[in-house]
């Protein structure tokens, strides 16, 4: 993925929905996310590839993740891409296993991850875990 070496670079790495490790730039501080029962996500849902490489220049050149969101997901979530409250069980494996992953962030100073599945290209990012 281009712009995943750049220092300045907000995303936390790329989710494959395999074997590997949703988070494989992950902060080698050895720190552990709190286990949670629930998370408050938004995402950028993509079709084609290209779209979401646009949507993800945007928020690497500092744009809010709730405006992306809304002029580039083709979900039904158009409310700055939120999905509200998810509990684990209810979302896509490979989705849920990167958003799960993701500590929770602003959408002012967004830390997200790329997704494959079978609904297209997701950019998600976490607001909050319980």
């Known amino acids: 993925m281009a712009g995943k070496d750049k220092p300045n670079s907000k995303s936390k790495g790329k989710a494959t929905g395999n074997k590997n490790d949703a988070l494989k730039d992950k902060k080698g501080d050895?720190?552990?996310?709190?286990?949670?029962?629930?998370?408050?996500?938004?995402?950028?849902l993509?079709?084609?590839?290209?779209?979401?490489?646009?949507?993800?220049?945007?928020?690497?050149?500092?744009?809010?993740?709730d405006e992306v969101a809304k002029e580039f997901s083709e979900d039904?979530?158009?409310?700055g891409g939120s999905l509200g409250w998810k509990t684990r069980g209810s979302?896509?494996?490979?989705?849920?296993?990167?958003?799960?992953?993701?500590e929770p962030s602003t959408t002012?100073?967004?830390?997200?991850?790329?997704?494959?599945?079978?609904?297209?290209?997701h950019v998600i990012m976490v607001e909050g875990r319980k």
């Open 30 to 44: 050895g720190k552990q996310l709190k286990a949670a029962t629930s998370i408050n996500v938004r995402h950028i």
């Open 46 to 65: 993509c079709e084609k590839h290209s779209k979401k490489e646009d949507a993800l220049t945007k928020l690497r050149d500092g744009a809010k993740f």
């Open 76 to 79: 039904k979530a158009r409310q």
């Open 91 to 102: 979302l896509d494996p490979a989705f849920e296993k990167a958003a799960y992953d993701l």
């Open 108 to 121: 002012g100073s967004p830390t997200y991850v790329e997704v494959k599945t079978g609904f297209g290209y």
